[in-house]
């Protein structure tokens, strides 16, 4: 209960403000999200490596504030700024002897979601409800599976990546996801409201396995917890995992004229 109790006064005290965030936009909005990939970064590279003061961590972290920057200036980012992205991790990888696979993971884990969050929203009319209804969808699917999972329990999804994690979590948040987002879908305007029934589900599995595919990183590193910055909930990454799977997809999704 004491950890429960933790979680919704956190949540009380963030949803306010990054609701504000996403409305306003800007430059503000911009450096935080920029700011929030920096930290998984940081996150990420204590998980895998133990550590994030590397030549490593620096390099994914200049680039992806470069990257960022240039997207709200310019409104793109090219296939050959992603090329020379993935090729500075990689050879600084090599060079500081790390495991290349996640240092890679790691940079774009951080990166297309920043790149997603800034384009929808300074760039796609309409995109601070896009980003709001598709936030609604996550903490839909997570409320929803934690309490499913409490109180039906059941078979687990995964119990070597995630104990707690069950069938009945799953499908319980599906449903709450599935209501909340058809009904946001409404308010927001959205049309047609039935394709919007539909990718309510869907993103929200979708989140789930970020949660666990983050779940499985932790649980190969022994690491129980991504950080302790956010009280109840652990670290960024533990709060934003299925957000970072869910907007890349999203963005990808409008910007090919979905």
Not at 38 to 50: F, S
């Amino acid at each position: 209960m004491n950890n429960l109790l933790l979680r919704i006064l956190s949540a009380l005290v963030m949803l306010p403000v990054a609701i504000a965030l996403i409305l306003y936009g800007g430059w503000v909005y911009t450096a935080v999200i920029l700011l929030l990939s920096v930290l998984i970064l940081q996150e990420w590279n204590m998980i895998t490596t133990g550590g994030w003061k590397t030549p490593l961590f620096f390099v994914q972290a200049a680039l992806v504030l470069a990257l960022g920057v240039s997207l709200k200036l310019f409104g793109s980012v090219s296939l050959i700024d992603l090329l020379v992205f993935l090729n500075a991790i990689l050879l600084t990888a090599i060079l500081s002897k790390k495991d290349f696979k996640f240092a890679v993971a790691g940079g774009f884990y951080a990166l297309l979601p920043a790149l997603s969050l800034i384009w929808l929203r300074e760039y796609l009319p309409g995109g601070a409800y896009i980003i709001l209804w598709a936030m609604i969808l996550v903490w839909s699917m997570d409320t929803g599976a934690y309490f499913a999972g409490k109180k039906i329990g059941g078979p687990r999804m995964s119990p070597k990546i995630s104990p707690n994690k069950t069938w009945a979590g799953l499908i319980g948040g599906a449903i709450l996801a599935l209501i909340t987002g058809t009904v946001s879908a409404r308010y927001f305007g959205f049309q047609p409201l039935y394709q919007f029934v539909i990718i309510s589900v869907v993103l929200a599995v979708w989140s789930q396995i970020g949660d666990l595919a983050e779940s499985a990183v932790k649980r190969k590193f022994k690491v129980k917890d991504s950080g302790a910055i956010i009280p109840g909930h652990g670290g960024i990454l533990d709060r934003v995992d299925g957000i970072l799977f869910v907007m890349p997809v999203v963005a990808l999704y409008l910007y090919f004229g979905g």
